[in-house]
């Protein structure tokens, strides 16, 4: 069954400090992994969108790694920010449709 | 401005009345899209479009209905068949459906059954 799972399900982090978000996936066939914010009761808004052959990429201090032997990603945010409080979505799009599996997010909460 | 809308951002309905979430694209596309998240869940597909008159279901299509009728548009029904509609529904859009294409989301509608 095609699953993609996050962890931790939730993380407080005080501002200033780096986090890391875990996402590993059983996506087969395998097509891009994305990552996406989603702000509470707003829709999600991407943040960055890896294919198989890319090992990172970055989008301001958001980092994100892939390894596709491992099936495993991360997401890497740097001195955070009170408004990097929210859901990270990690996405995996199966095939050569623009099918999207989504895992269940992680909460992040930046404290001041 | 260019992007996703949908409306109403609230909604509240009776058991065994159907109600029909708007989403409107500016952006061109020809695919669109819509989900359901549930709290503590990923978001589920329930319908999706590739071009104008046509529709597909998606994983959870029971107890929903759309209609593609222009570009620009593409209204979700919940219908009193449905048996659990409370939820956040979530509209997407993207150029077409190939894969690495990037779907873009509209703010959402929160349904509520009273």
């Known amino acids: 069954k095609n699953q993609v799972e996050q962890s931790p399900q939730s993380l407080i982090i005080l501002e200033g400090k780096n986090c890391t978000l875990q996402?590993?996936?059983?996506?087969?066939?395998?097509?891009?992994l994305r990552w996406y914010k989603q702000d509470t009761g707003r829709g999600p808004v991407s943040l960055t969108i890896m294919t198989f052959s890319e090992n990172t990429k970055s989008n301001g201090r958001y980092t994100a790694t892939l390894d596709a032997d491992t099936k495993q990603s991360s997401l890497h945010i740097t001195a955070s920010q009170l408004s990097d409080s929210a859901s990270y979505i990690c996405v995996v799009s199966e095939g050569g449709y623009n099918k999207l599996i989504f895992g269940a997010g992680t909460r992040l909460a930046v404290h001041p | 401005d260019g992007g996703i809308t949908q409306s109403p951002k609230y909604l509240f309905r009776k058991e065994g009345q159907n109600v029909t979430l708007s989403c409107e694209q500016n952006?061109?596309?020809?695919?669109m899209y819509w989900y359901r998240q549930d709290p503590g869940q990923g978001l589920r597909l329930i319908y999706y479009?590739?071009?104008?008159?046509?529709?597909q279901k998606g994983d959870i299509a029971e107890g929903y209905s759309v209609s593609r009728e222009k570009k620009e548009s593409f209204p979700l029904t919940v219908t009193s068949a449905q048996k659990n509609p409370t939820a956040f529904y979530l509209c997407?859009?993207?150029?077409?459906?190939?894969?690495?294409?990037?779907?873009?989301f509209g703010p959402g509608t929160r349904l509520t059954v009273l």
């Open positions: 997407a859009s993207s150029i077409d459906r190939v894969a690495k294409n990037e779907q873009f």
């Open positions: 479009s590739q071009i104008v008159n046509d529709f």
């Open positions: 996402c590993n996936y059983t996506v087969s066939p395998f097509s891009n």
């Open positions: 952006l061109n596309h020809d695919a």
